[in-house]
């Protein structure tokens, strides 16, 4: 909508030719708040999955859903918006809480099993679904930053995080825009007609599993850039039925480890873009469950930004998403222990 | 214009926090392609200024333009734009030329006189003009890396570049839009109100010359972040006068020394917003001599863009600007050998 990206075949790159990568990370972090038996240096816990009982705050959980540490938006307070001259300002009012997905010291989605995985997506929907009450809040973003030139930070476990704002992502914002105009245009999905090319051409599906595809996007920003769309439509990610969470934490088990066998453990973010809370019947919302369609976003860092993608808006690809395709579905997997 | 940034004083940062930096890299590199004495490692060049006269691709210059050894688009060939499915492709014509802003090999605009920085700016109006003249080109993006974070490369050699583009930047039809917006609504410039409010209040103004001023955006994306602005009215960059231009090289030698003496020589990306080449006279071009204000917009690169960020559109800052003005401001330079 809008978006060039330069695919670079001048400049074209191998998976190996991304350089440098930091060795992953395998080593104890004996002080990370993240692991088990530490639970006492994370805020009280949220909410946690414990298959055989046990304490808030003690042992035996599989999953622990914590209050941010250092959080970027407060929970206490009244949302208020007002101006300051030209400009508006708006209390930091929101919630920021870290979804531990796992109690061992293991910090990639490629290391979880599917099961640890499929949890995860669905205490992120409990979590999302609680958090869509609060009427100062219209948007939750879920996401997870895997390594450090992708922002994890000093402790190297498995999590991800959900962030509630009090007004839209200006992001989801352009993408409820542009899919709404090729709605008025066409009268259908813009992500389902994309799906539907792609599966006939094949030629940038990098995984396919009975309810979803990991595809390159035709004009991948990023090298390896890949989306995760569920096949039927869905504008709705807290609409996931038990049997496509289950089928999602497949494709994502699958896609994660081979991105991590192709680009030897890349740093990524992974980030969720589905319909806000409050849709009143004008302007971005008026079509939203007809014309938006859910998908997560994953983003391997192996390049950098600079003054010409500032600038522009504009992104400069190494690698076309056909090439990554290929190496991805070439890439073999040691036949999982679990799932 | 919609975007909204974080400034979060929880997470508020000193500029001496702002780590790991790398040390500033004065050592020598012989095979350096743009120093002096190895013109021959670079393609023939597009122009250069000898004071004393010499051949072109020898020695006496003080300034000179190349071809990108790795340009991201190429000069020949004509301009397509077709479909592919759902999709547009364009061919990948441009030009990328390098402004090399002296012959010695100092990387940092500090390092730089303010005639050499005076002279970099006459010969890139003169190479926008030149490039103005090819009807393929919409727009040329002036901009500078420095330092290996910011994309600078291998050569730390103080050079900016030019890439003409087929196609307007999406940043600045935003910029554009935006501008339009407040023109049609107020009849005045946003930029000048901008610039007349900050004046007014000085605290984020962190430098100010006969005519320009340098400062810290209220909603500033990332720590440090400055815009310099003429103090007049001004759509297009390439009307700079030469008294004008004088004086835009004292605050961007001024405001870089205060940035490198605050921040210890940071990593920066800095970029020219004017207004693109075509303006047919509807939609977001119609009133752009008057709606629309050029600026260069300085932007260090302490922070790291994660998850957040890249799903939201928004922006965490760790110091406000505010703050940032005051240690510009505080900040003692020697007493300067030229100028």
């Known amino acids: 909508m809008g978006r060039w990206v330069i695919i670079s075949t ?37 909410t946690a999955v414990r298959p055989s009982g046990g304490n808030p705050n003690g042992p035996g959980w599989t999953l622990r859903v914590v209050p941010s540490i250092s959080p970027l ?24 809480e870290i979804i531990v997905e796992t109690p061992e010291h293991v910090s990639s989605t490629a290391h979880l099993t599917p099961e640890q995985i499929s949890q995860v997506l669905e205490v992120a929907i409990q979590r999302i679904k609680d958090l869509e009450k609060d009427p100062r ?96 439509h869905s504008a709705d990610f807290t609409q996931l039925t038990p049997e496509h969470r289950k089928d999602l934490a497949g494709i994502l088990k699958i896609t994660f480890s081979k991105l991590s066998r192709v680009l030897s453990d890349p740093p990524c973010n992974t980030i969720l873009h589905t319909a806000p809370f409050r849709r009143p019947r004008t302007g971005y919302w008026r079509t939203i469950d007809a014309d938006f369609h ?20 504009f992104y400069i690809n190494p690698t076309s998403p056909e090439e990554a395709t290929k190496f991805l579905k070439e890439a073999e997997l040691p036949v999982p222990a679990h799932g």
């Open 10 to 46: 001048e400049r074209a790159k191998r998976p190996d030719e991304f350089l440098p990568l930091v060795p992953p990370q395998n080593e104890k972090q004996p002080d990370c708040p993240f692991c088990a038996g530490n639970e006492g240096k994370t805020p009280p816990e949220i």
């Open 73 to 96: 938006l407060r929970i206490e307070g009244k949302l208020e918006h007002r101006a300051r001259g030209l400009y508006d300002v708006c209390t930091g009012v929101g919630a920021h």
């Open 137 to 232: 809040f219209k948007y939750v973003l879920f996401f997870k930053n895997y390594g450090p030139a992708a922002g994890e930070g000093r402790f190297r476990h498995s999590r991800s995080q959900l962030i509630a704002l009090p007004v839209n992502p200006i992001r989801l914002k352009d993408k409820l825009h542009g899919a709404q105009q090729y709605y008025e245009w066409k009268e259908r999905c813009i992500f389902c007609d994309i799906l539907r090319q792609e599966l006939d051409s094949q030629q940038r599906i990098a995984v396919e599993t009975t309810h979803f595809v990991a595809l390159a996007p035709f004009a991948s920003r990023f090298p390896f850039e890949l989306w995760v769309l569920p096949k039927i």
């Open 294 to 313: 859910w998908h997560l976003e994953i983003m391997p860092r192996l390049t950098r930004v600079a003054g010409f993608e500032w600038g522009t808006g």
